[in-house]
């Protein structure tokens, strides 16, 4: 059963527009959220993350927001950039169990940023 | 400049051999990971080190094996039980347990049976 769904495996945005990339989790025991944005044929790089207790965190250009009750989390990447279109990856660490300590990823989605 | 470091690139493999995917970190990072992204699928853990000489299974370790002799170093052996290895592999790092500042990875290896 997967535990962090992405339930949209593309986006397509106008440069300088807004992008919104969505998240939702299942297993309410995570403590951290995070982005990861890849490129192909190399490996991903961490972008922004939150942890639970908090419901934004913004860095540049880049903005996490989460929502507890509705067990979701957005990117928003304000304004796009054609460097932006690559897969992100949205990840979630595990409080207990077998998952305990460890990140759990998303499908992805692949963003494209048209000029 | 601090990194993790995976070789080969490419990496072409004959049906019954088992090939082995080196992976070496600087960053004095205490967990190391491996991954594997197939199409559509994305990141699934295949084995997971917190410290050296010891490391535990992920989701999908059937046909894999990994040892953790050293801090730097977490190489990954997919033998000839692995009955679908081709695929984009992924060596992972972190300080601790990668909560808020997440995971360091390697450029990856690309694996095909040919």
């Known amino acids: 059963d997967q535990q962090v769904k992405q339930n949209s495996p593309s986006l397509s945005v106008q440069e300088g527009r807004i992008s919104i990339l969505n998240c939702d989790y299942t297993n309410s025991m995570f403590d951290y959220f995070l982005w990861y944005k890849k490129y192909p044929a190399e490996g991903p790089t961490f972008l922004i993350s939150i942890s639970s207790i908090k419901d934004k965190n913004e860095d540049g250009r880049f903005t996490v927001f989460l929502n507890k009750s509705a067990k979701h989390l957005s990117l928003h990447i304000v304004p796009s950039q054609p460097g932006d279109s690559a897969v992100y990856f949205c990840?979630?660490?595990?409080?207990?169990?077998?998952?305990?300590?460890?990140?759990?990823f998303g499908k992805g989605t692949k963003l494209s940023v048209k000029p | 400049d601090g990194g993790i470091t995976q070789s080969p690139k490419y990496l072409f493999r004959k049906e019954g051999q088992n090939v082995t995917l080196s992976c070496e970190q600087n960053l004095n990072h205490d967990a190391m990971y491996w991954y594997r992204q197939d199409p559509g699928q994305g990141l699934r853990l295949i084995y997971y080190s917190q410290i050296v000489n010891d490391f535990q299974k992920g989701d999908i370790a059937e046909g894999y094996s990994v040892s953790r002799e050293k801090k730097e170093s977490f190489p990954l052996t997919v033998t000839s039980a692995q009955k679908n290895p081709t695929a984009f592999y992924l060596c992972?790092?972190?300080?601790?347990?990668?909560?808020?500042?997440?995971?360091?990875f390697g450029s990856g290896t690309r694996l095909t049976v040919v």
């Open positions: 992972a790092s972190s300080k601790g347990q990668g909560g808020f500042y997440g995971y360091t």
């Open positions: 990840a979630a660490r595990g409080l207990y169990g077998g998952s305990q300590g460890n990140l759990i």
